[in-house]
């Protein structure tokens, strides 16, 4: 049986029957944030501007949560996916002339992760324009992307360029 496919907004394709025992089957979204982890100054690379866009990241992915666990609807959450691929984007921008201007030797592995995490971001959106709904799945994602990808990068990959920043100084 071929079941006829879909196309989202975003070009993403999907079939009809899918979608609707993804919907039928969905579980209602844990109001659970114990997981999320806030902004601490452990976070600090002691590179201003880096650290305030760090921040503002932190902010914006818990306002993303925020809005899928709480039910705010499709417009709250997509204007919080808009804004976070925007920002990622900016402050990749910010970090990459940063990390050039120092002579960072690990420059182009530190591009790639930035062009992972926005992968990661334009899954989520792909999801919400298929479904038009936050899922459990796109909040688990946001988890995600807070707990693993943005703690382990700033921790373990923009301390390094900072370091090898201090030690050029």
Do not use: C
């Not at 006829?4 to 907004?9: A, E, G, H, K, N």
């Not at 792909?126 to 946001?142: L, R």
């Amino acid at each position: 049986f071929d079941a006829p496919l879909i196309t989202s907004p975003a070009g993403k394709k999907t079939d009809e029957l899918s979608t609707f025992l993804f919907r039928a089957s969905r579980k209602p979204i844990e109001k659970e944030r114990a997981m999320l982890q806030d902004w601490s100054d452990k976070y600090l690379l002691e590179i201003d501007e880096i650290d305030a866009q760090h921040k503002k990241f932190f902010d914006a992915t818990h306002r993303l949560y925020d809005d899928i666990v709480n039910a705010r609807g499709e417009h709250a959450v997509e204007e919080a996916l808009t804004f976070l691929r925007s920002y990622a984007t900016e402050h990749f921008q910010a970090e990459e002339a940063f990390i050039e201007k120092n002579g960072y030797p690990r420059v182009d592995d530190h591009k790639k992760l930035h062009v992972d995490f926005i992968e990661k971001l334009d899954e989520l959106a792909d999801e919400f324009d298929i479904y038009k709904a936050p899922t459990q799945g796109m909040a688990d994602q946001i988890l995600e992307l807070t707990q693993d990808w943005l703690l382990y990068h700033i921790i373990d990959e923009d301390t390094l360029y900072a370091e090898h920043a201090k030690a050029q100084s």
